[in-house]
């Protein structure tokens, strides 16, 4: 599921190791690109055009955006 935005944060400024802290932002820079991909399936889904096509996991992308940004107690 990967980090919240204020976690990745933290992790990157507590690792101290440079091979840790590249894994670290390898592996969520992967993560947030598939995440992207999601958000911008989304947007497609939501053009008027596309309005036959059903959702999948894309369809709550918006508020794992919200959970990555605010932390998931953040979010109400």
């Known amino acids: 599921a990967g980090l919240c ?7 990157l400024e507590l690792t101290r190791s440079e091979s840790a802290f590249e894994t670290l932002v390898t ?3 992967e993560r947030l690109t598939a995440f ?8 497609r ?7 036959d096509e059903g959702f999948g996991p894309e ?13 998931q ?3 109400r």
């Open 5 to 11: 935005l204020a976690h990745l944060r933290r992790a």
């Open 45 to 51: 889904k939501n053009d008027y055009r596309f309005r």
């Open 59 to 71: 369809g709550n992308s918006w508020r794992r955006a919200i959970a990555w940004i605010v932390g």
């Open 36 to 43: 992207l991909a999601e958000l911008d399936e989304f947007l």
């Open 27 to 29: 592996l969520e820079r």
């Open 73 to 75: 107690e953040g979010m």
